[in-house]
């Protein structure tokens, strides 16, 4: 004869907890992925400020800026432009903002910041 408890204890999470985690997981994953190709974007733009600082042939102002919307071309980045960096004492360094709709109501600002490593 199988003798049964009374208690029960129970181990696990409840339809109703598994819900709720699977809801905040899918607004979270969302939300990463709206946000993926504008930080794909600014490691971009990091990799061209950083590289741009440091390239020897480019002694003006001007010859930095046309170098850098060159290569915004051919990485198709067209919310920053030449125009918007801040070049001084051999730093290059730029500074934006870049806002992702999530839904109608919600959007997502981030503030980005690129700046050449000495």
Do not use: C, W
Request: glycine share 6%; hydrophobic share 40%.
């Amino acid at each position: 004869m199988i003798k049964y408890s009374k208690r029960s204890h129970q181990h696990g999470i409840g339809l109703l907890g598994f819900l709720l985690v699977l809801t905040a997981f899918g607004i979270l994953g969302t939300v990463a992925l709206k946000a993926l190709p504008a930080y794909m974007e600014y490691y971009s733009i990091q990799a061209t400020v950083n590289r741009i600082a440091h390239d020897p042939l480019l002694q003006s102002d001007s010859d930095v800026r046309t170098a850098f919307d060159r290569q915004m071309q051919v990485d198709s980045i067209h919310d920053v432009t030449g125009r918007d960096l801040d070049i001084s004492g051999g730093v290059v360094a730029m500074r934006y903002q870049k806002k992702i709709t999530l839904t109608d109501t919600m959007t997502l600002l981030i503030d980005f910041d690129a700046a050449s490593k000495p």
